[in-house]
């Protein structure tokens, strides 16, 4: 998510962009009615197991229960869509690949979400609100193709593919903060303490709407600035920019649950500087964005 963190939960129009890294699932049948499922990290290496029987959706065995519920939980809501999905009592043997690694939080539970859905042949948003209370931007995002605006108004959510044709995406990076932050219990602590939340969510709308339209870095700078003081303000905590980076000669913005996973680094020094600063400070996943993205690539060479 570029821009509408927290705020999107309160009809901020939010920028999100989708990865090219995701997560892929094959399923064959088997005999049992059970569902064997099985994780893989994106070196190939288990990280999941678990059995579930269909008969009452329980889990039989499993390697973390937490995952193993919410995996149980997610084809609950599937068969409430569905109720042909799964009914002929037959087995399966499921297997999800990831393409990044885990711990870089780039929407594992939401790429889920999505494929799962299209093996029920289901809405990737309706299953997504049938079983969680988030505002849904990275469900939606990780079925695009291209850059998406997504807002939540009164439980109406509309979202468009956009372009998003900046002149310096060789100036922007990705700087993974050795920890990873629960994304839900951001959530509760935004519902729980921010303050002017109404006004929060139009003036990052306002935000989104100028950054579409930004064609240079100085006023790219600017307005993550802007959205980082008003979203720190809101919740009472320091940006990671002030708090780790504040020598920095770029923008840094904290992006989805601040803490953790990623933030955003603007730079316009060289490649090797930048990567340097980061490393000294000891950040070594400094990700480059055409590592991340590749729209803009298709942009470039569409007619």
Not at 112 to 124: E, K
Not at 195 to 205: P, W
Request: charged share 25%.
């Amino acid at each position: 998510m570029l821009t509408g963190e927290y705020a999107v939960l309160d009809g901020a129009k939010a920028i999100s962009l989708p990865t090219k890294q995701g997560q892929h699932l094959s399923v064959t049948n088997q005999r049992s009615s059970d569902l064997t499922w099985k994780s893989l990290d994106h070196k190939g290496n288990v990280w999941f197991e678990a059995k579930i029987s269909f008969f009452d959706f329980s889990v039989v065995k499993t390697t973390h229960d937490e995952h193993a519920e919410k995996l149980t939980k997610l084809f609950k809501g599937a068969v409430r869509l569905n109720s042909d999905f799964l009914s002929k009592w037959s087995g399966f043997k499921a297997t999800t690949k990831l393409d990044f690694p885990i711990e870089w939080g780039l929407g594992s539970s939401s790429s889920l979400t999505n494929i799962v859905a299209q093996w029920a042949d289901v809405n990737p948003l309706l299953l997504h609100f049938k079983i969680n209370s988030g505002s849904g931007y990275d469900v939606a995002t990780s079925a695009a193709d291209y850059p998406i605006t997504y807002q939540l108004i009164d439980d109406s959510v509309s979202y468009t593919e956009i372009d998003l044709e900046f002149p310096f995406f060789d100036n922007l990076y990705f700087v993974h903060l050795n920890r990873k932050q629960s994304s839900e219990a951001g959530i509760k602590y935004y519902l729980k303490t921010a303050k002017g939340r109404n006004e929060l969510a139009k003036e990052i709308t306002t935000i989104s709407e100028e950054i579409m339209d930004c064609r240079d870095l100085k006023s790219f700078n600017k307005l993550l600035n802007e959205h980082e003081k008003l979203v720190s303000k809101s919740l009472r905590l320091s940006p990671m920019g002030t708090e780790f980076f504040s020598d920095f000669w770029g923008q840094i913005k904290s992006l989805g649950a601040w803490g953790g996973d990623f933030v955003l680094a603007t730079s316009d020094r060289s490649e090797q500087e930048t990567e340097k600063y980061f490393k000294d400070k000891g950040y070594h996943t400094v990700v480059k964005f055409d590592e991340l993205f590749e729209f803009h690539k298709n942009l470039a060479t569409a007619p």
